[in-house]
């Protein structure tokens, strides 16, 4: 069933920020739409998306927000059964409910992604400025 927005909006944080410690040098800052435990006691993470058409590789994005939005949100006490997830899409007229892969899965490849991330970096060449400075 479609999450009661009205309810988790009156219920719950909007533009919620974040700082997710998962350890070993992995830290990820963000910014979850809504989210909020109606009075049934279920706990609605709500993403908003503007765009006017779903592809694959968008819902797969969407979907890897969603499990961040919950690592985060679970942290501060909310029992991982009671959540709900939802991509809300106003100009599609849709709106998607999820269901989340197993937690210690989404923190392992969240680790994993870092160690690739750390293993590619390269030294850039610094950039050469050219110009003046602007004058104020």
Do not use: M
Not at 26 to 32: H, V, Y
Not at 47 to 54: F, I, P, R
Not at 70 to 85: Q, S
Not at 104 to 121: D, F, K, N
């Amino acid at each position: 069933s479609e999450p009661p927005l009205r309810e988790v909006i009156q219920a719950g944080f909007t533009e919620w920020p974040f700082i997710l410690n998962l350890g070993d040098g992995l830290t990820i800052e963000g910014q979850c739409d809504l989210w909020g435990t109606i009075g049934d006691g279920t706990t609605w993470i709500i993403d908003y998306k503007s765009a006017t058409k779903t592809t694959d590789a968008s819902r797969a994005r969407a979907l890897r927000q969603l499990e961040i939005y919950e690592l985060a949100v679970h942290r501060t006490g909310v029992d991982w059964t009671k959540i709900r997830h939802a991509v809300v899409a106003p100009l599609q007229g849709k709106t998607e409910v999820f269901s989340i892969r197993d937690r210690g899965a989404i923190e392992a490849e969240l680790l994993e992604l870092r160690a690739a991330a750390l293993a590619s970096v390269v030294s850039a060449p610094k950039a050469k400025y050219e110009g003046e400075p602007h004058k104020k």
